[in-house]
């Protein structure tokens, strides 16, 4: 399918516009920093299934998404990275780490430890870590990031939050606004640009209008949101994909940061109140987030994915599953590798779990 030009329009403008990037794995990330430090947030994305070179450094064991990274970097293709931030969100992302420092000393890291609480003790060891950061950051860019730059940084973040709960909203309503490669492709630039270039993107598409479609609501939750053939295989089965919860797409933008507050403590305070993942030891409060949502989209049923060897979204399952039987939502939930989800038997899958709403 041919890419419609606003997004091959808005990739040249990104490519031209991040020069100096600082790599990031979890959306836990405070790209605010970054940003007003000068760089620019760019999550780090493998496009090709084949591994190379990370059989050598990492278990078979591990999660999928991580050997993918560590491959992009035993291989040399990010050089252009003038940094990378992991924070503790897995065990997985420490050996990460423990790779890019040994191996790879040629990008600069810095490791942030998020708490798993969020009460005021832990905002203030977040904070503490934030200021660590601000440090590292400053080191790298040569560049004092004072609290002007910071609150500047989160209003273009908070918009940027704003436009993609319009553009989920309105794509809840009418589904045929934008279709399932068109979405990705939004949160894919929107998670790999500068924001006063993707906040543009994302004003520009809200002024489109499209066709209506027709299908089965369906709500898709988990880890990973690039899973571009799943989607797909959702709308070529008679579905609609209404709402998601993955790490960059709908649990990226709730909770906004407070622009009138000392800029570490309103950071510190908004990302760990944000929709927490199964990391966090309030994690069913994201099982109650996405049954609402599910009852707002008035989905049909609810597709949960997630990668082998993920413990912090496998474990959390069993307990929405329940969940969702008591209130008779169908669910399917597929495990996979992180490119393994464009198989047949998984299009197969999706067939029937449709055809049962």
């Given at each position: 399918?041919?890419?419609?030009?606003?997004?091959?329009?808005?990739?040249?403008?990104?490519?031209?516009?991040?020069?100096?990037?600082?790599?990031?794995?979890?959306?836990?990330?405070?790209?605010?920093?970054?940003?007003?430090?000068?760089?620019?947030?760019?999550?780090?994305?493998?496009?090709?299934?084949?591994?190379?070179?990370?059989?050598?450094?990492?278990?078979?064991?591990?999660?999928?998404?991580?050997?993918?990274?560590?491959?992009?970097?035993?291989?040399?293709?990010?050089?252009?990275?003038?940094?990378?931030?992991?924070?503790?969100?897995?065990?997985?992302?420490?050996?990460?780490?423990?790779?890019?420092?040994?191996?790879?000393?040629?990008?600069?890291?810095?490791?942030?430890?998020?708490?798993?609480?969020?009460?005021?003790?832990?905002?203030?060891?977040?904070?503490?870590?934030?200021?660590?950061?601000?440090?590292?950051?400053?080191?790298?860019?040569?560049?004092?990031?004072?609290?002007?730059?910071?609150?500047?940084?989160?209003?273009?973040?908070?918009?940027?939050?704003?436009?993609?709960?319009?553009?989920?909203?309105?794509?809840?309503?009418?589904?045929?606004?934008?279709?399932?490669?068109?979405?990705?492709?939004?949160?894919?630039?929107?998670?790999?640009?500068?924001?006063?270039?993707?906040?543009?993107?994302?004003?520009?598409?809200?002024?489109?209008?499209?066709?209506?479609?027709?299908?089965?609501?369906?709500?898709?939750?988990?880890?990973?949101?690039?899973?571009?053939?799943?989607?797909?295989?959702?709308?070529?089965?008679?579905?609609?994909?209404?709402?998601?919860?993955?790490?960059?797409?709908?649990?990226?933008?709730?909770?906004?940061?407070?622009?009138?507050?000392?800029?570490?403590?309103?950071?510190?305070?908004?990302?760990?109140?944000?929709?927490?993942?199964?990391?966090?030891?309030?994690?069913?409060?994201?099982?109650?987030?996405?049954?609402?949502?599910?009852?707002?989209?008035?989905?049909?049923?609810?597709?949960?994915?997630?990668?082998?060897?993920?413990?912090?979204?496998?474990?959390?399952?069993?307990?929405?599953?329940?969940?969702?039987?008591?209130?008779?939502?169908?669910s399917l939930f597929l495990e996979s590798e992180y490119f393994s989800l464009r198989s047949g038997q998984v299009r197969t899958r999706v067939e029937a779990f449709l055809e049962r709403l």
């Amino acid at each position: 399918m041919k890419e419609k030009p606003i997004f091959t329009a808005y990739q040249k403008e990104i490519d031209r516009t991040s020069s100096k990037k600082i790599g990031l794995l979890c959306p836990y990330t405070v790209e605010e920093l970054i940003d007003a430090a000068g760089f620019t947030p760019v999550r780090l994305i493998p496009h090709e299934p084949n591994m190379r070179f990370v059989d050598a450094y990492l278990p078979g064991t591990l999660c999928s998404y991580l050997r993918y990274v560590v491959d992009l970097g035993i291989a040399g293709e990010l050089k252009g990275f003038r940094g990378l931030v992991i924070n503790h969100s897995c065990d997985g992302a420490r050996r990460t780490l423990d790779i890019f420092n040994t191996y790879i000393p040629d990008i600069p890291t810095f490791f942030v430890d998020i708490p798993k609480k969020n009460d005021p003790h832990a905002a203030r060891y977040f904070k503490r870590e934030l200021e660590k950061m601000k440090v590292y950051l400053q080191e790298l860019s040569g560049v004092e990031i004072t609290d002007s730059a910071l609150v500047a940084s989160i209003v273009r973040y908070n918009e940027n939050r704003r436009l993609l709960q319009e553009i989920y909203d309105v794509r809840a309503n009418n589904p045929g606004v934008m279709n399932a490669q068109e979405l990705i492709r939004v949160l894919d630039l929107n998670s790999t640009g500068p924001k006063q270039t993707t906040n543009q993107m994302l004003s520009d598409l809200l002024s489109v209008s499209g066709l209506e479609r027709k299908g089965k609501r369906v709500f898709v939750s988990g880890n990973i949101f690039d899973t571009l053939p799943l989607l797909e295989y959702i709308e070529e089965c008679g579905g609609v994909v209404v709402g998601d919860d993955f790490c960059f797409g709908g649990r990226y933008f709730p909770v906004a940061v407070a622009e009138n507050e000392a800029p570490l403590d309103a950071l510190a305070r908004r990302y760990l109140s944000r929709v927490p993942c199964g990391r966090m030891i309030n994690f069913s409060e994201r099982i109650d987030y996405v049954i609402e949502a599910v009852q707002k989209t008035m989905s049909a049923g609810v597709i949960y994915t997630s990668l082998k060897f993920c413990d912090n979204f496998l474990v959390d399952f069993p307990l929405f599953r329940e969940r969702l039987d008591q209130l008779d939502i169908p669910s399917l939930f597929l495990e996979s590798e992180y490119f393994s989800l464009r198989s047949g038997q998984v299009r197969t899958r999706v067939e029937a779990f449709l055809e049962r709403l």
